[in-house]
């Protein structure tokens, strides 16, 4: 069965401009959470969905917000990009909240502010 | 709240030697806990997790994990490495309760290198 799907691959975006990442989870997933990994901070949370609802939320300023669709498909949004937003955006679906079941990750977002 | 530990930022191995990758945890409810992978310029691979069931995990590759309550530990092991082992690992604790609830907390991670 397909994996989760993170588009697009890379970006290059400008300071100031903002961005949407798209993921679309295992098919019958239905919570949803990204994560930002960068060389200094590691892998930190930035928000976890579930059945179109925001369960939880990272400490990330409100320039970073998501949604979530009717059919388990996510979107993340970055407005104002900063040179630090530079990160691999990951995104991670399971099949119910409590992730008992374990994250499937999916390849991830580069996204490069220069 | 939690929180995880990995003990050691690289460690390095001679092909055929154990692997022991170690990792402590905190959390204020009955953690899940799980070991990821990540090669160079990939995504995360579940190796295996820990869900309240037994307390030895087997995972994939030949990877098991001990759950010790009474040490706050899970750490990572394998018998023999081999040189498709050199990667980046991640010791993760979430827990469904909570403010944490639905939230993966990663280690830091550990580099391991595998010598022939």
């Known amino acids: 069965k397909a994996g989760v799907t993170q588009t697009p691959r890379y970006l290059i975006k400008t300071r100031g401009q903002q961005v949407t990442l798209s993921c679309s989870p295992i098919?019958?997933?239905?919570?949803v959470s990204w994560y930002q990994q960068t060389p200094g901070q590691g892998l930190q949370f930035l928000f976890e969905?579930?059945?179109?609802?925001?369960?939880n939320k990272g400490n990330f300023p409100g320039r970073f917000s998501g949604r979530q669709f009717s059919n388990s498909r996510s979107e993340m949004n970055v407005s104002t990009l900063e040179l630090g937003d530079s990160a691999l955006y990951l995104c991670?679906?399971?099949?119910?909240?409590?992730?008992?079941?374990?994250?499937?990750f999916g390849s991830g977002t580069r996204l490069t502010v220069v | 709240a939690q929180s995880v530990t990995q003990l050691d930022s690289h460690v390095s191995v001679s092909e055929g030697t154990p692997v022991l990758l170690r990792c402590n945890y905190s959390?204020?409810?009955?953690?899940?806990l799980f070991w990821y992978v990540q090669h160079p310029n990939k995504g995360l691979q579940l190796l295996l997790k820990y869900t309240s069931a037994a307390t030895l995990v087997k995972g994939i590759n030949g990877f098991e994990a001990e759950f010790k309550k009474s040490e706050t530990s899970f750490h990572l092991t394998k018998p023999s490495a081999h040189m498709s082992d050199a990667a980046e690992y991640f010791c993760?604790?979430?827990?469904?309760?909570?403010?944490?609830?639905?939230?993966?907390?990663f280690g830091q991670g550990t580099i391991l290198t595998v010598h022939p």
């Open positions: 098919s019958g997933h239905r919570s």
């Open positions: 959390s204020s409810y009955s953690p899940s």
């Open positions: 969905y579930f059945s179109e609802t925001q369960r």
């Open positions: 991670a679906s399971s099949l119910e909240a409590a992730g008992n079941y374990g994250y499937t």
């Open positions: 993760v604790v979430t827990v469904a309760g909570g403010t944490s609830y639905g939230k993966l907390t």
